[in-house]
């Protein structure tokens, strides 16, 4: 008897008028919100926290623009000119890779680039003349920088080399004196410092624009007729590129 009365029971809240209506009115009454005050406030999905750390490559381009001096050291080299301060430019192309960590807002990391900057100039007199060239070039630097969600300002420095050919000498004659000619085309060591922004627009794509300051320091080179010259060699650059980090997104140590 208990059956019959239970089965007639739920079949009236079902088929009975309104049973729609109350059944609606159920389902509201269930709605995960506990709060009813915030029935009507949209539901924030937390968005997962971007972070730089890990290993990324990438390439870049751009433009650099220096300065060599080109002095006698002994005897008179330039056969009466004191010297020569020449003006290298022209574009660059190249490689990077590195890995960085975030702590809170800030980041730290190692990067290397390597590349070609295609930077030459030249100046001559009537009784002598002075030439650079840049050619294969590359940093080893640490970097530091604060972050503002996807995007990073940061400042690097450390070491950078350079094969740089120097060649200087007098002309008689309007042709060049082969001894009085001097020639160095050597690989150069010296230090950077520069600063930059970058700016992740995909999960694992980001882009950047850079600017660095390279200093090799003074060599010097001789002639057949024993002079010596003393070169000073440095270059700005500035290049803009991409980078893609190789592994998925980690949230940042805290």
């Keep these: ?27 509201a009454d269930l709605d995960w919100r506990i709060d009813r005050s915030m029935k009507d406030e949209p539901v924030v999905v937390p968005r997962y926290p971007f972070s730089w750390t890990g290993f990324y490559l990438g390439g870049h381009l751009g433009y650099g623009w220096g300065d060599t001096s080109t002095r006698g050291q002994s005897g008179a080299p330039f056969d009466g000119d004191d010297g020569f301060t020449v003006h ?13 960590w975030q702590i809170d807002n800030l980041v730290f990391g190692l990067e290397g680039d390597l590349g ?11 009784t002598a003349f002075t030439k650079a060239e840049y050619g294969t ?29 120097n060649t200087a000498g007098a002309i008689a004659g309007g042709v060049v004196d082969p001894t009085d000619l001097t020639k160095s085309d050597e690989t150069h060591g010296g230090w950077t ?40 060699n440095d270059i700005h650059t500035i290049k803009v ?7 998925r997104i980690e949230p940042p140590l805290r």
């Excluded at 070609?116 to 009537?126: P, Y």
């Design 116 to 126: 070609s900057i295609g930077a030459d100039d030249s100046e001559s007199s009537a």
């Design 88 to 100: 290298p430019s022209g574009w660059l192309g190249g490689f990077q890779g590195g890995y960085n």
């Design 1 to 27: 008897m208990r059956k019959v009365v239970l089965i007639a029971s739920c079949s009236y809240l079902l088929f009975a008028p309104g049973a729609v209506d109350r059944g609606a009115a159920i389902a």
């Design 137 to 165: 070039y590359g940093t080893l630097t640490g970097r530091l920088g604060f972050v503002d969600e996807r995007w990073l300002f940061y400042l690097k420095g450390g070491f950078a080399f350079a094969n740089i050919e």
């Design 193 to 232: 410092i520069g600063g930059g922004a970058e700016f992740a627009f995909q999960p694992n794509w980001s882009m950047k624009i850079e600017y660095l300051y390279m200093d090799f320091g003074e060599d010097t080179s001789g002639n057949a007729d024993g002079d010596t010259f003393r070169h000073d």
């Design 241 to 247: 590129g991409v980078n893609y980090r190789l592994q």
